[in-house]
């Protein structure tokens, strides 16, 4: 009797220090991932993505996400084959006339340098490639981001980056700005060839930076609302960012308003997607629950087929 008191004492005693600080009870908590995944180890409550114990904050919907993608698809083919079939202005030969450009932008104003240039470009594929690769695929590597997001995450983030470029081409073939190389000697002669040199508003490096930097921000911490890699994944993206958006100045490609552009537009997009996407979980539920009792009967015809549904 007396060890069964002790043992009940103790109990409850355990029991009231985890309700007065919950940290005592979830410190220790261990879950483990299943013998079948590529790597097996052990991970906390805080590191445990939100989907495998609830439902995922980000749905696919078959219609809505081929709307967006063939919609923004469209829309780039589209961008793309005028860039190539319209008649645009060439270049006069002379260096443009730097008085008429406004403060804002003249202080950032560059001649054309090379290193600088691909440097951006490397910085820009880091933060659309490296970071999201590294973060999401070691997730999914170690099953801690389910299948299903693990596809969530592809679409969105292919349909952030669509709607990007789609935005980005028609601006520069409508806007048709100068970059800040032209305003002095030795500028690129390939631009001239292709006629980028008059591609400047937006940045299409920074724009396409800085929408993966939002689209890391707002669906990590969606995923992990308790990891402690959140302000280390968010500080690099936009870090590297903010990098390329200064690479792109220096390197004479761009002015100071055709990167805050890019940066705004950028993260409009990167943002816009899986907020969308936070709605379709929703939706799906209310057509489950209007076509939960409907059966649907393929029938096959000599002539055709049957198609019957009972509700």
């Known amino acids: 009797m007396r060890r069964h008191f002790f043992l009940r004492f103790f109990s409850m005693l355990i029991f009231g220090l985890a309700v007065l600080n919950p940290s005592i009870?979830?410190?220790?908590?261990?879950?483990?991932?299943?013998?079948?995944?590529?790597?097996?180890?052990?991970?906390?409550?805080?590191?445990?993505?939100?989907?495998?114990?609830?439902?995922?904050?980000?749905?696919?919907?078959?219609?809505?996400?081929?709307?967006?993608?063939?919609?923004?698809?469209?829309?780039?083919?589209?961008?793309?084959?005028?860039?190539?079939?319209?008649?645009?202005?060439?270049?006069?030969?002379?260096?443009?006339?730097?008085?008429?450009?406004?403060?804002?932008?003249?202080?950032?104003?560059?001649?054309?340098?090379?290193?600088?240039?691909?440097?951006?470009?490397?910085?820009?594929?880091?933060?659309?490639?490296?970071?999201?690769?590294?973060?999401?695929?070691?997730?999914?590597?170690?099953?801690?981001?389910?299948?299903?997001?693990?596809?969530?995450?592809?679409?969105?983030?292919l349909e952030s980056v669509l709607l990007s470029q789609t935005i980005k081409d028609f601006m520069k073939i409508s806007l048709l700005r100068a970059r800040p190389y032209m305003y002095f000697p030795g500028y690129d002669a390939t631009a001239i060839k292709y006629h980028d040199f008059e591609f400047s508003m937006p940045s299409g490096h920074t724009m396409n930076a800085f929408m993966s930097a939002a689209f890391m921000t707002y669906t990590f911490c969606a995923y992990y609302p308790e990891s402690k890699w959140r302000l280390p994944v968010i500080a690099t993206s936009y870090a590297i960012a903010l990098g390329t958006g200064a690479l792109r100045m220096a390197s004479g490609n761009h002015f100071f308003t055709d990167v805050l552009a890019g940066a705004g537009i950028g993260t409009a997009c990167g943002l816009l997607i899986p907020f969308v996407h936070s709605f379709f979980g929703g939706l799906n539920k209310s057509l489950a629950g209007k076509t939960g009792n409907m059966d649907v009967e393929f029938t096959a015809l000599p002539n055709g087929l049957n198609v019957s549904m009972r509700f």
């Open 25 to 157: 009870a979830v410190a220790e908590t261990k879950i483990i991932f299943e013998e079948d995944g590529i790597w097996s180890r052990p991970i906390s409550d805080e590191e445990m993505c939100v989907s495998r114990y609830q439902e995922s904050p980000f749905e696919l919907n078959l219609i809505a996400d081929c709307v967006i993608t063939g919609s923004s698809l469209a829309g780039y083919i589209t961008a793309l084959v005028l860039k190539m079939t319209l008649d645009l202005p060439d270049f006069g030969g002379n260096i443009y006339d730097s008085s008429v450009i406004a403060p804002i932008d003249k202080w950032a104003m560059r001649p054309y340098n090379k290193v600088l240039d691909d440097l951006g470009t490397v910085t820009c594929a880091l933060d659309m490639a490296l970071v999201p690769l590294t973060v999401y695929g070691g997730e999914f590597l170690m099953r801690n981001l389910p299948k299903k997001d693990g596809i969530a995450v592809s679409v969105m983030y």
